[in-house]
Every structure is written in structure tokens, then in C-alpha cells.
């Protein structure tokens, strides 16, 4: 074992034990998720984030990469309070440092006091503190990732063909850093996905003849992710949209609102949504950062239980249909898993529509 600190943004630097050694720095958050530790590890949406697990042991079922929800790790760094060997080899040959034996009750409820905070790491045999504080130290004089897209979207366009019997729409997903349950949940409905670029244009979508254009999650502020705005923008009225997370976000400053980043955000698989037409509650995963702050043209349809923040959008004239949460869950609980039948119906209809007239 190896020594480690973790130097805060408060002032504060906490000892701990090395697991996987290196040097890193970004912006600390945590999870309240209790199972799921590999797809939060490989989801997009940790992307230049260090990731603090507030269950305490992680690890406890091994390490599948059936259960992957992208083909590598994003978070830059690691926390819990203890980590089993399996998720360390894991890590390890990732090359993503790693930290367990500190209070991690102290770290979570200090973002949640104070928020997301940056944050800077040092593991290996001879680090000190002041390593930690270095790291810091340049993380504090970093602004956010303006192109942060660029790391985590496909780089060319993959087709994905949907499985026999269900829906025959063709979806164009704009990869803004898109998990894999989401692609997988369109096809086993019977859909075929291009997965596209981030940054694709308006005319290569136009060239697919889409059905409906969808807008993943993601990385970051959704106002970065400026060329999936103008896709909105440019397709709305002539095709349905749909989006998910960072996706909702995007759609909403398309169409006239606005968004802002979250004290500490939600991050995890027990957040309860209610819709505002029938009163249910139901029990969501999440990972975001911002939230929709205007909706713009949308309706506000669902909200979070807790602090009542936007969780659905939708708007029946303009053939919109988005999410704050993950209905594709992975892990988390399947209660909106329908989602993805309205989105299909809502491109099915659309089809039915072009073909009557």
C-alpha cells in the first residue's frame, strides 16, 4: 500500500491509503448508489470528475464488463471507504488513481454542505500533502471543458440494428457521451440506432431520414454542447425529439430556456419523481450536475420530490419528450423504463402521419 492525500478546495487535506498510485485534480462529487459501481465508473457523465462512493464497500461482487456502460472509466480518480481488490485490479490497469481508508461520510457531507468542490489527489510511495495541494492548486486555475464532448462521443457514426418484432423507427442518438443501456434500450424495442457524433451536422442527420432525433446524456454544462443545440433547433416542428439528461438540457435552451449548475447535483438511484398529471412517485437513477432552470416552449411534467427541480419536459405541439433522470437505469430501479416506449411511439405516429399524407 501506498500513501495518499486528498486535497480539498475548503483548505482541507485528508490522509488515506493508496490504492492504485498517480496524480490527478478535478471536480469532487459523490453517489449515493449502494450497488452499480461498475457502470457508475464507466458512465460518460463522471467524465474529469472524482468520483466518491458513499456506500462503504465497493467491490463486493466482482468486477463484469457485461455490466460496462462504456469501454472505459471516466471518473479521473477513485474514493470509497474501502475498495476490494477486484474494482483496484480494475483501476489499476486503467490507470485511474485510487483511494479507500478515509471517512468518506466526511467527504460526502462536505459537497453536500458546501457543494462540488475541486479537488486534488496524490497516491504513490513518496507523495506528501503538498503533492495533493499541487494538484489542486492547477485544478483551480483550470475553467470547465469547453469541448469536453470530444472525449467521450463516438468518433464516427455506428449502426445498431433493432431487434425483430417491435418498432421499426430509425433513431438518430446524438452521442454527447452516451450510455450503453440507452442504445440497448432502443434496439430491444425493435428500433435501429445511428449513434452519432456529438458534433454532427444537421445534414448528416437529414441524410438518415430519422424518425427521431435523440439527444443523450452527458459530460458537463449543456451550454458547451452547442452543435446539439442548433440540431434542436433546426429539426423541431419536422421531427420528434427526445432527450435524456444532459440531453433535456440541451433541449430546453433550444427551444428558449435556460440552464444552471446545482450546489452538489444528484447522483445516485433513489431519487423520487413525481409527475404533475397522474401524482405518482416514482424511484429514479441519476448523474447530472445542471438542471433545467426555464423551460423555454416545454412543459414542466415531472419534478424531483426533494427539491422540485424540472425531472420531465414535454410539449404534444412540438413532438417533445425529455428526461432529467435515466429511465434505462443500469443500476438503479426499472420504473420508467416506458419511457422509451413513448419515445417510439411518438416516432411511430410521426411515420403513420408522412405515410397518410
Given at each position: 500500500m501506498s500513501d495518499?492525500?486528498?486535497?480539498?478546495?475548503?483548505g482541507r487535506v485528508l490522509e488515506a491509503r493508496g490504492r492504485v498510485p498517480g496524480r490527478t485534480r478535478g471536480e469532487l462529487v459523490f453517489t449515493t448508489a449502494y450497488t452499480g459501481y461498475e457502470e457508475s465508473l464507466t458512465d460518460p457523465s463522471y467524465e474529469e470528475q472524482v468520483l466518491t462512493f458513499s456506500y462503504p464497500l465497493i467491490g463486493n461482487y466482482g468486477?463484469?464488463?457485461?455490466?460496462?456502460?462504456?469501454?472505459?472509466?471516466h471518473p479521473r480518480a477513485a474514493i470509497a471507504r474501502e475498495f476490494t481488490d477486484d474494482v483496484v485490479e480494475w483501476l489499476s490497469d486503467e490507470e485511474v488513481p485510487a483511494i479507500d481508508h478515509l471517512d468518506t461520510r466526511e467527504v460526502v457531507t462536505s459537497v453536500r454542505d458546501q457543494g462540488a468542490m475541486k479537488c486534488g489527489i496524490a497516491v504513490g510511495d513518496d507523495v506528501t500533502p503538498e503533492d495533493a495541494k499541487a494538484e489542486l492548486k492547477q485544478c483551480k486555475g483550470m475553467s470547465e471543458h469547453v469541448d469536453i464532448g470530444k472525449q467521450v462521443s463516438t468518433p464516427e457514426p455506428e449502426f445498431f440494428e433493432g431487434d425483430d418484432g417491435g418498432s421499426d423507427a430509425t433513431v438518430a442518438l446524438v452521442d454527447c457521451g452516451a450510455k450503453g443501456s440507452i442504445t440497448s434500450?432502443?434496439?430491444?424495442?425493435?428500433?435501429?440506432?445511428?449513434l452519432l457524433p456529438y458534433d454532427v451536422s444537421a445534414d448528416d442527420v437529414a441524410a438518415l431520414d430519422p424518425d427521431v432525433l435523440f439527444v443523450s446524456n452527458g459530460p458537463g454544462d449543456p451550454?458547451?454542447?452547442?452543435q446539439a443545440e442548433a440540431l434542436v433547433d433546426h429539426f423541431v416542428g419536422d421531427l420528434p425529439i427526445a432527450g435524456i439528461c444532459l440531453g433535456q438540457q440541451?433541449?430546453?435552451?433550444?427551444?428558449?430556456g435556460s440552464t444552471e449548475k446545482m450546489t452538489?447535483?444528484?447522483?445516485?438511484?433513489?431519487?423520487?419523481?413525481?409527475?404533475?398529471?397522474t401524482n405518482q412517485v416514482v424511484m429514479t437513477t441519476q448523474n447530472?450536475?445542471?438542471?433545467?432552470?426555464?423551460?423555454?416552449?416545454?412543459?414542466?411534467?415531472?419534478?424531483n420530490v426533494n427539491d422540485d427541480t424540472a425531472e420531465g419536459l414535454e410539449s404534444e405541439e412540438l413532438n417533445v419528450i425529455t428526461r432529467q433522470y435515466h429511465p434505462?437505469?443500469?443500476?438503479?430501479?426499472?420504473?420508467?423504463?416506458?419511457?422509451?416506449?413513448?419515445?417510439?411511439?411518438?416516432?411511430?405516429?410521426?411515420?403513420?402521419?408522412?405515410?397518410a399524407d
Open positions: 495518499a492525500y486528498l486535497a480539498l478546495e475548503d468486477v463484469r464488463d457485461e455490466r460496462f456502460e462504456s469501454s472505459r472509466v434500450s432502443l434496439v430491444a424495442r425493435g428500433a435501429d440506432v445511428h451550454e458547451n454542447f452547442t440541451v433541449v430546453a435552451n433550444a427551444l428558449g452538489f447535483g444528484h447522483r445516485g438511484v433513489n431519487q423520487p419523481v413525481r409527475d404533475l398529471d447530472h450536475g445542471y438542471t433545467v432552470a426555464d423551460p423555454g416552449e416545454l412543459d414542466v411534467t415531472q419534478v434505462e437505469a443500469n443500476p438503479g430501479p426499472h420504473d420508467s423504463l416506458d419511457f422509451f416506449d413513448d419515445v417510439l411511439a411518438m416516432a411511430d405516429e410521426e411515420t403513420e402521419v408522412a405515410l
